[in-house]
């Protein structure tokens, strides 16, 4: 089966960084794209970073310049380094895992990300 686990979430004051960590289990890592989304409260669950299993990387508007997603097939893991982070940031941020031509999409539980003076 198929385990998401995210780490790297806490409070962080306007203009901090964060690295979020997303360690896979239960599948063959290299092969899937994998993704960095978010969800604040009241609002839609939303794309911030995607990286596929050859390596193209795409960004939200408000995410491109300020955070980096990588992976590390050999650690089984994908990251997202924070910077510059704003209150608008804040939100739970999830993980997923996407095999290409196939359904469904795996997801994490969640890590809690707030940005607050």
């Known amino acids: 089966q198929v385990q998401l686990v995210e780490s790297g979430g806490g409070m962080v004051q306007p203009g901090g960084s964060l690295r979020l960590s997303c360690a896979a289990s239960g599948m063959t890592f290299r092969l899937y794209a994998m993704g960095w989304y978010r969800q604040a409260p009241g609002k839609e669950r939303e794309l911030v970073a995607r990286i596929t299993e050859l390596g193209r990387i795409v960004y939200a508007g408000s995410a491109k310049g300020r955070f980096t997603i990588s992976r590390d097939n050999a650690k089984n893991t994908v990251y997202l380094q924070m910077n510059s982070l704003k209150p608008e940031d804040t939100a739970v941020y999830y993980c997923?895992?996407?095999?290409?031509?196939?359904?469904?999409?795996?997801w994490g539980q969640g890590t809690q990300v707030t940005v607050s003076s």
């Open positions: 997923n895992a996407d095999l290409p031509g196939r359904d469904p999409d795996y």
